[in-house]
């Protein structure tokens, strides 16, 4: 099963991006995105 996820930027805690993860708990995933807020590429996590 698969749940839709917000990923939010670390720095400025913006919320860029959204994409789908397995629900299996295993490990919370990070991504290098793009942020358009700083204008740089930084690590984004999932939205609690």
Do not use: A, Q, W
């Not at 670390?10 to 990070?30: A, V």
């Amino acid at each position: 099963m698969r749940e839709k996820v917000l990923l939010i930027c670390e720095e400025c805690l913006s919320r860029n991006y959204t994409t789908t993860i397995k629900k299996d708990g295993s490990k919370i995933p990070e991504f290098k995105k793009f942020c358009k807020h700083c204008g740089k590429v930084t690590v984004h996590k999932i939205s609690k």
